[in-house]
């Protein structure tokens, strides 16, 4: 029944989102205002009954309902509950649905605090809101129903890939979707704008908080997949260029080129054109990261071929909103007024710069995912573009982007001097020489490129807290006014300053990972003693154990570092029996310093060895440690007064003619 | 969702089959005894794809076929050959489509060069806009002198001023 329950929502949450799209395309038809304020209550029904639809589901995961084909089919009543809850998104129809209740959730968000919205603007937005809810709950009611029965209903159920029973893995999907799904806040209110011929600093101020969240959830989201990867996939790699990883990095990468162009449209009035082109491009590639993840078209252009109704049906999706979307940007962005000028040399011109470097990476990343894909239809030839080629483009642009990074801040709004922003990095500028030389001194064998990136990690973080500095007036000014500047500083800044600095931090961790790691391999037998980057490892055993749904063979290791003993690892293999399959658990001891990385492996044929292998992978504890960082920046940058009181200068605006008014009659 | 679950849940399927215990790509009895020499198989496998996974290369694959590829690298590199010999050995009897960084050719002009041309045509774009603000400098409008202002008033009340 509850199953039933839940299929009746998902249905009539599609009713609710025509209603919602409806009621405002009936209001522009016959020029009246009136219908158009069902929009709001709409949004927040159909934010309440898919959640009552995706909670059938979860419950019905719970319970493990076998008699539902889903969960028949990525469940199992042996599993932990934690997994359990998970296998609902783990599967195509669950995450779909998990896609369009986030939407929904957004949606709702708008219609409950988006008071501070003027009441047409708001009702557009949740108008394009509903007609993308519209789009994507037809999918799933057509083509992947999660609530589909089975009859006889099965005794058990087949069970979720053991590589997916993860707890990162199960909170990554949420966090991914949520930054996904958040750019259709930016994408409907470009297209509202564009339907309302009217767009400014107020505007870039609404979005800016929708764009942020979404970007912090897709930060974090990465950042989780990658940790994941590093720890469960057993050969230490934290990226690895994967189709399916590029996905979900190109919204990331044109969500931030957003942020920073939302920066001048809310400052200065300008880019204003550009920074409405930017939240169409972020939606639609987010579009098109569920295209590729969801239709199969990755594995094979025959795959997607064989079975191609619900890739053809995502293609659709996105045909109609993007193409719909660049349409109406053609058509109405000429009427749209520029902004102010400004000179190249200036905080508006960096963060051109920034764009520019930001969406030619994001493109970079698209020509090489897809040019296989494109090249094979076309012309029949398969070729495969792998790391190497990402290496070489992504590097290279993303340097230059690092190296003029903490320029920007340093310059004034208009028009500013190279010379002094220099200038005052010049301590900035020291520090990062000072990293290259070291760096070069200390590992002579290094690879050439890596003094130089770890220099430019200094030098966004040293450029970075100079720029507080400055800001503080701190070496300049007396103690007291230094401390008042700087706690007067606006959280946005806080925010942006903290977000750079957890860029140089995981710059930091890339570099001396991917420069410095050392990897051994070898074959181990018990009371075995090994040297390897400092540590000494003893092998002592290998026992068994039994998980809640799997049976693990697990070797002990005593690691110490120079006699001291730091802890037992204990890298393991788990058989599981449904589905039935082999996970292999790195044990990793974690430091400052770096992870002593080690995984256990074969067995000899005669039992009376193991082959191991080691890593040691310096600092990589940065990369994740400066994502998070960076996600903490924009939260702080999201409690930002003027985010939350909206827009303070169009009210006062509005209010004064009145008041003059009073004043003459 | 699942960015690379899903595709590990296939690479597993593809390459180890259900209920193969296997984990590490390289094994012991591969590694060349020449540490600089491995050194140099390891840098030539991370370019050579496994032909039967999903985006692996054949120094992080497990599959059979990547290990009889990686033994083949140590081969040549041991009978002398220099790294570009080696992948050339290596196309000669798999093809293009075992190069993760595919060679600059007819097919792939665009694939190498459209982030040259992008970040070109972006620059220009962007120079035109500095541009024409230099042609057109824009002025802060000044604020109403007092005189306009009782003007506007007036008109605004409908009284010529």
Known sequence: ?665 | MKRLAGLCALMLLLCLGFGSATVFAVQPDEVLADPRMEQKAREISAELRCLVCQNQSIDDSDAPLARDLRLIVRERLKAGDDQSKVIEFVVARYGEFILLRPPFSAKTYLLWLAPLFLLAGGGYLAYRVFHRGDRKPTSIPTPLSEDERSQLRGILDGKQG
């Open chain 1, 1 to 665: 029944m509850i199953v039933e329950i839940g299929h009746f929502a998902l249905i009539l949450a599609f009713a609710v989102a025509c209603l919602q799209t409806g009621c405002v395309a009936w209001s522009l038809w016959i020029g009246n205002d009136e219908p158009r304020s069902i929009a709001t209550p709409a949004a927040i029904a159909q934010c309440f009954l898919l959640l009552l639809s995706f909670w059938a589901l979860v419950h019905s995961y719970v319970v493990s309902d076998f008699s539902v084909q889903n969960v028949w089919t990525n469940s199992h009543s042996a599993k932990p509950l934690l997994y359990k809850i998970s296998g609902a998104w783990g599967n195509h129809e669950g995450s779909m649905l998990l896609w369009v209740v986030i939407l929904a959730l957004f949606g709702g968000a708008v219609s409950a605090f988006g008071n501070n919205l003027p009441a047409r603007l708001k009702s557009n937005v949740l108008a394009v809101q509903g007609s993308i809810g519209i789009a994507f709950l037809a999918f799933i009611i057509l083509t992947s129903n999660p609530f589909a029965r089975l009859s006889p209903a099965p005794f058990e159920g087949q069970g979720l890939n053991p590589i997916l029973q993860d707890p990162a893995l199960s909170f990554h999907p949420p966090l991914l979707y949520a930054g996904y799904v958040g750019f259709s806040m930016a994408f409907s209110f470009a297209i509202a704008a564009l339907l309302e011929g009217r767009i400014g600093a107020a505007w870039a101020r609404w979005v800016r908080p929708w764009t942020l969240a979404a970007w912090m959830f897709l930060t974090i989201g990465i950042a989780l997949g990658s940790w994941w990867a590093y720890y469960e996939l057993g050969w230490g790699g934290w990226w690895f260029w994967d189709p399916v990883e590029n996905a979900s990095f190109m919204p990331w990468l044109a969500g931030t080129a957003l942020l920073h162009s939302a920066v001048v449209m809310e400052k200065r009035d300008a880019l204003k054109v550009w920074t409405i082109l930017l939240a169409i491009i972020t939606f639609a590639l987010s579009l098109m990261g569920t295209f590729l993840v969801r239709s199969g078209v990755l594995t094979s252009v025959h795959t997607f071929a064989v079975d191609p109704e619900r890739g053809i049906f995502i293609l659709a999706i996105i045909a109609i909103f993007t193409g719909g979307a660049f349409a109406l940007f053609a058509w109405r962005a000429p009427q749209l007024r520029q902004g102010t000028m400004f000179s190249p040399i200036s905080r508006e011109g960096s963060l051109v710069f920034n764009n520019l470097l930001l969406m030619t990476i994001c493109a970079a990343v698209l020509v090489g995912t897809l040019y296989p894909l494109a090249l094979e239809v076309v012309t029949g030839d398969k070729i495969s573009v792998g790391p190497p080629y990402f290496n070489a483009v992504f590097i290279p642009l993303v340097l230059i982007l690092l190296v003029m990074l903490p320029f920007g801040p340093m310059l004034p709004w208009k028009r500013g001097h190279a010379v002094e922003a220099a200038w005052r990095l010049r301590v900035a500028q020291g520090l990062a020489l000072a990293a290259a030389i070291a760096t070069f001194v200390s590992k002579p064998d290094s690879p050439l490129l890596a003094p130089l990136a770890m220099a430019v990690g200094v030098w966004v973080i040293a450029g970075t807290l100079a720029e507080t500095a400055f800001r503080a007036k701190a070496f300049t000014a007396p103690w007291p006014e230094v401390m008042r500047r700087f706690a007067n500083l606006p959280r946005s800044s806080y925010g942006g300053m903290l977000a750079h600095i957890g860029v140089g931090i995981a710059v930091l961790g890339i570099t001396a990972t991917s420069a410095w790691r050392a990897e051994q391999i070898v074959a181990m037998k018990p009371s075995d003693r090994l040297q390897f980057a400092g540590y000494e490892v003893v092998f002592d055993k290998v026992s068994e154990r039994q998980g809640p749904n799997y049976q693990e063979t697990f070797g002990t290791f005593k690691l110490s570092k120079q006699g001291e003993p730091l802890s037992d690892l204990t890298p393991a293999k788990r058989q599981y029996t449904a589905p039935p399959s082999t996970t292999s658990e790195a044990a990793i001891h974690a430091s400052w310093a770096g992870d002593f990385y080690l995984v256990m492996g074969e067995a000899a044929k005669d039992g009376s060895s193991v082959v191991v292998r080691l890593y040691f992978n310096p600092l990589v504890r940065l990369i994740w440690i400066g994502a998070l960082i960076m996600f903490v920046g924009g939260a702080i940058s999201l409690t930002d007064r003027r985010l939350r009181i909206g827009a303070p200068a169009r009210r006062a605006v509005s209010s004064q003619p009145t008041a003059r008014a009073g004043q003459a009659s």
